[in-house]
């Protein structure tokens, strides 16, 4: 075969390759895919102001113990409530919780906004768990302290401490300073073990339990009596703070309703059940008292807010001044106060001596 042969078969290989290369389809791109913009992150939602503190939206809670009727204190301390409202511009919620240490633990749970009107015991407890601050402390009569008292029935034999060893204790609630942690120091300094012990639910009814015979003796709050002419305290510290055992027959209801014995006129828890049991006087007699206690408090929560606090302070002292506070927590039949007074943390340190001595906690309260 020739050279020229070869070359000739071998183009023409070359260009039927070159022609079949041209009717194969051409390779194709993937298509594209397509993409969503970049975007901008999508704000967080924006959490809701909370509402100031009193304005009505979160309203400034106010806590009273349940030492005497629920129902009078509620009514009263609406009325406080409104008159702190009318200085101050701020809204009130007024409350009794069910226990003196239920007071307490709202107090803790709830530093920013309560304030409560709680007695000695509780104070020393509450400032020592979570730091509640006191404010006042009451005056009653003159007095910035008070008094536990001992009743038992008036034909009774028992005439000291002793004779209280295994009889039926009645007494407010484990939280009360003058109706059970004092009377407890007493009896526990004397070496005295009472019998049974019937937590009653406050200072009227432990006088009431005594005066239905339901127990031996009670404990509840003393307050001395004053003179009916002149309004003055009849009593001075280191006397019989009982009513003259020559008034007792004398005593009952006058005609504004007050318990009287001549010239005197009941102070302490007794006068309180005055309108179920007018005789109670005749029914029931002092044992003795206790030394003096520092008086019950108002305190506000640990955070409660310096500029609200001044404001209600301010108020309160006004409104300590006028007729319309008889109504309220100055009503015999509420706690009494007829006045206010600065309080220091430090006038308590000698009630935390006795929680220490006796080992009383803010668990321990209510068993």
């Not at 127990?215 to 001075?236: M, Q």
């Not at 340190?349 to 006795?354: C, Q, V």
Request: proline share 7%.
């Amino acid at each position: 075969m020739s050279k020229r042969y070869i070359f000739v078969a071998v183009s023409l290989l070359v260009l039927a390759a070159i022609a079949l290369g041209a009717c194969t389809p051409a390779a194709t791109e993937a298509p594209a895919v397509a993409t969503a913009a970049p975007t901008e992150a999508m704000p967080e939602p924006t959490a809701e102001p909370m509402p100031d503190i009193g304005s009505p939206e979160h309203p400034i809670k106010v806590l009273f113990v349940p030492s005497v009727d629920a129902q009078v204190i509620v009514a009263g301390g609406e009325i406080m409530a409104e008159a702190l409202n009318q200085a101050t511009g701020l809204t009130f919620e007024v409350s009794v919780p069910t226990s003196y240490a239920a007071t307490i633990e709202e107090m803790c749970a709830s530093p920013t906004d309560t304030m409560g009107f709680i007695p000695g015991l509780g104070y020393a407890l509450a400032s020592q768990l979570c730091g509640v601050d006191v404010s006042f402390k009451a005056v009653r009569f003159g007095f910035d302290v008070y008094w536990a008292q001992i009743l038992v029935a008036r034909d009774s034999d028992i005439a000291s401490l002793d004779d209280l060893a295994g009889l039926k204790w009645g007494y407010p609630d484990p939280g009360s300073t003058s109706g059970y942690m004092v009377p407890l120091v007493m009896l526990q300094e004397a070496g005295i073990e009472p019998g049974e012990q019937l937590q009653t639910g406050g200072h009227n009814q432990s006088v009431q339990a005594l005066y239905n015979g339901e127990v031996d003796f009670s404990t509840s709050f003393y307050s001395p009596p004053t003179l009916v002419d002149t309004g003055g305290v009849a009593w001075e510290e280191g006397q019989d703070p009982d009513i003259p055992a020559d008034l007792v027959d004398s005593c009952g209801l006058n005609a504004d309703g007050n318990l009287v014995c001549g010239n005197y006129r009941v102070r302490d828890a007794r006068a309180n059940i005055r309108e179920a049991a007018p005789d109670v006087v005749q029914e029931t007699r002092i044992l003795m008292i206790s030394p003096p206690i520092p008086n019950d408090t108002l305190s506000f929560g640990p955070e409660f807010p310096a500029d609200l606090r001044t404001q209600i302070e301010d108020a309160l002292v006004a409104f300590a001044e006028t007729e319309t506070w008889g109504a309220s927590i100055g009503s015999q039949d509420f706690y009494n106060w007829t006045g206010l007074s600065v309080a220091t943390d430090e006038e308590y340190d000698f009630i935390r001596a006795m929680v220490a001595a006796v080992g009383i906690t803010i668990e321990s309260l209510g068993q």
